[in-house]
Structure formats: structure tokens, C-alpha cells
């Protein structure tokens, strides 16, 4: 029932005249794509015109972080109203902003209730450490997170949140979680909390990506997981063969 959703983080990469030529690649290789959601998340100087490069396709842009206040004295910030104007997804509580930006849970939730209050679809990350991994810590810590993050959203809110699950050690390390292992951690970390804070549908409508060194080759093992329903792609999001691969063989593994 869910629609399958892979989304590019492109991270601090891509000038303008850099993030057009690869806008305008994708444009093409992914022209054919139908059942499934595509976006790319640029950096915010990027968006305007990587949006203006992606009309008239079937992929999406996203920003890669926001505030949530509405305007004001919080210099280096960029409010909702404005993300709104260029993209259509806000990343969330990405772990190189919980680690490097002081993100937490709480501002984490603050972000989500702003995007969902100005109608921008929010992509949420949570992931553990390989500390907590080691320590078997993975489903009570991702599951905190999962509380965190949606503090005060409704049921009917909270459906529309995408998360991203990505264990920190797996993110740019060409290490990945086995697709068993981010199988069971979805479905007891976050549908099991999600169950517990609203209900079966609303646990059950909200889509899960999985992210962490994702590349063609590895697409397919992940997608086939039944809670996995996309990825959140960091280097292999920044060319147009490996994003294009990625796309194409999560399609051919969910047709086979
Ligand atoms: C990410 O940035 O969210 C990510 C998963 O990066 P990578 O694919 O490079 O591990």
C-alpha cells in the first residue's frame, strides 16, 4: 500500500551550475518512472534553481533542514514560509546535524510540527550509534527518538511523515545493516512505538526508508524488506548513474 520513496541527500555538495547539470540528468534518466516517489534535497542556496531545473518532471525537491519559527532575529536561519516557496520536503533531524548542530529530539519534534503546519512533507531520520548498536541498545534508543519526534502530532499528522532510518555507522562508511537486521530494528523501533502512540493504520501508512552507504548494488536486498519502503541516499544521490541505478533496481526488484 505504500508508494515506494527514494529521496537523494546531496548534503554540503553541488554548487548552482554544478546541481543543475545533475538536475537536468536525472530529469531524463528518470523520465520513465511512474511507481515511485523520487526527490533530490540540494542545499538551500541550490534550491531555487535545481527546482526551476525539475518542472516538468517526476521528482521532487526537498530542503535538507529548516527553523521552525515563522520569521525574525535568527540569523543564518531558514523559516518555513521560505522552504515552502522552493520545496515540497524538509529533511529532518539528519544525524550529521544531531551530531555536528546540537539537533535533539526536541527540536527535532519543533521542526516536524512546523512542517507539517506549512503543509511541507517532513523526512524524519533516526538512527543509532555503533555504541548503542554494540551495546544492544538500538531499539530502545531509535524508539526515544521515535517518541521524541512526534511528540503532540496527531494520528492524522503523523501519517504523513516519512522516516528515514539510518544507523549513524552505516552513513558514508560503505558499511550497511544487514536488510534482516533494518527489517526487525523498523518494526520493533519504530512501527511497534508507533502502534503504542496512535493505532495499526496510522503505524502501518507511515513509510520507512532505509539510509545508510545505499548504492546500486544494494537497493534491491533492501527494497524487498517489508518495512522498507525507499532510501534516503547520501554519495551515491550525486551522480546521475549511481541515483539513476539505485532507482532502476529497487523497480526491478519490486516488479520481479
Ligand atoms: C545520508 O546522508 O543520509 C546517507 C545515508 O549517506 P550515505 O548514503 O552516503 O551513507
Same mark, same amino acid.
Request: proline share 2%; glycine share 18%; aromatic share 6%.
Given at each position: 500500500m505504500r508508494k515506494p520513496f527514494i529521496a537523494g541527500n546531496w548534503k554540503m555538495n553541488?554548487?548552482?551550475a554544478e546541481g543543475v547539470v545533475l538536475a537536468a540528468g536525472l530529469k531524463e534518466t528518470l523520465a520513465g518512472v511512474t511507481d515511485? !516517489?523520487?526527490a533530490v534535497c540540494p542545499t538551500a542556496t541550490v534550491l531555487s534553481a535545481v527546482s526551476a531545473a525539475l518542472i516538468g518532471s517526476n521528482i521532487g525537491v526537498g530542503a535538507q533542514n529548516m527553523y521552525w519559527e515563522a520569521s525574525g532575529a535568527?540569523?543564518?536561519e531558514i523559516s518555513p514560509s521560505m522552504v515552502k516557496e522552493l520545496a515540497e520536503y524538509v529533511i529532518?533531524?539528519?544525524s550529521e546535524r544531531r551530531q555536528y548542530f546540537g539537533e535533539t529530539d526536541e527540536t527535532v519534534n519543533r521542526k516536524l510540527k512546523a512542517a507539517l503546519a506549512y503543509g511541507i512533507?517532513?523526512?524524519?531520520?533516526?538512527?543509532e550509534s555503533l555504541e548503542q548498536n554494540k551495546a544492544g541498545e538500538t531499539v530502545s534508543f531509535v524508539g526515544?527518538?521515535?517518541?521524541?519526534?512526534f511528540a503532540d502530532v496527531s494520528a492524522e499528522d503523523a501519517a504523513k511523515v516519512v522516516l528515514a532510518y539510518e544507523p549513524i555507522w552505516a552513513i558514508g562508511t560503505g558499511l550497511t545493516a544487514t536488510p534482516e537486521d533494518a527489517d526487525r530494528i523498523i518494526q520493533a523501533a519504530i512501527r511497534d512505538v508507533l502502534v503504542e502512540l496512535y493505532d495499526t493504520a496510522t503505524a !502501518?501508512?507511515?513509510?520507512?526508508?532505509?539510509?545508510?552507504s545505499v548504492k546500486p548494488d544494494n537497493m534491491a536486498e533492501f527494497i524487498v524488506m517489508p518495512n522498507i519502503d525507499g532510501a534516503l541516499v547520501g554519495g551515491?544521490?550525486?551522480?546521475?548513474?549511481?541515483?539513476?541505478?539505485i532507482v532502476k533496481n529497487a523497480m526491478a526488484a519490486l516488479n520481479a
Open positions: 553541488k554548487t548552482v515511485m !516517489e523520487l535568527f540569523t543564518g529532518i533531524g539528519h512533507k517532513p523526512i524524519v531520520c533516526i538512527g526515544g527518538q521515535i517518541r521524541g519526534a !502501518e501508512a507511515i513509510r520507512v526508508q532505509y539510509g545508510g551515491a544521490s550525486l551522480k546521475v548513474d549511481s541515483f539513476t541505478g
